[in-house]
């Protein structure tokens, strides 16, 4: 449980660090844009596009860090009706489904869309596609560790609970 622990506070610290350093530059660049085009008079031509590249990234590295401390949108109607003994069960097959979902779709087709792209060039940075959608792959392989992480703990709990629970003589 110490090594779990470990793992997921350098992985939440680096997440945080990364998205809010790269959030504080998109506000200085949309500041920098602001001006420019109307102190200035003349457009930044990079800005616009570079402000919806570092979207898509820091929305993929959100999504996983928020999705990996199960602080994401939840659809509880079916869960709340069960006994809290089956709740947890249903948590680690939600986080089976993250894994899922993490593994086939942002992993492996972010590495497919990622190849795909990578000789498309963008018109006002001239950076390869490629390179924006390589956050589909690096944020599914955070989500899927995040996702067995939390399978781990919720096992872990459903055990201690299991052995605390009163045995029938």
Same mark, same amino acid.
């Given at each position: 449980m110490r090594l779990i622990n470990?793992?997921?506070?350098?992985?939440?610290?680096?997440?945080?660090?990364?998205?809010?350093?790269?959030? &504080?530059?998109m506000v200085a660049m949309t500041c920098?844009?602001?001006i420019s085009r109307y102190l200035l008079g003349a457009p930044s031509t990079?800005?616009?596009e570079f402000l919806r590249f570092s979207l898509v990234w820091v929305s993929m590295l959100s999504m996983a860090y928020v999705a990996g401390l199960r602080k994401h949108v939840a659809f509880t109607l079916f869960s709340d009706k069960v006994s809290i003994h089956w709740q947890h069960y249903w948590q680690i097959l939600i986080e089976l489904a993250f894994l899922a979902f993490a593994i086939f779709i942002l992993v492996q087709g972010g590495y497919n869309a990622t190849s795909i792209t990578m000789n498309q060039?963008?018109?006002?940075?001239? &950076? *390869?596609?490629? /390179?924006? /959608?390589? *956050?589909?792959?690096? *944020?599914?392989?955070?989500? *899927?560790v995040y996702s067995v992480l939390n399978c781990i703990?919720? &096992?872990?709990?459903?055990?201690?609970?299991d052995e605390e629970a009163p045995q029938d003589v």
């Open positions: 470990g793992i997921r506070t350098v992985m939440d610290r680096v997440v945080e660090v990364v998205c809010s350093v790269w959030l &504080l530059v920098w844009q602001i990079y800005s616009e060039v963008s018109p006002s940075l001239g &950076l *390869a596609m490629g /390179y924006v /959608y390589s *956050a589909l792959p690096l *944020a599914g392989g955070i989500l *899927a703990e919720l &096992l872990e709990k459903e055990l201690r609970s």
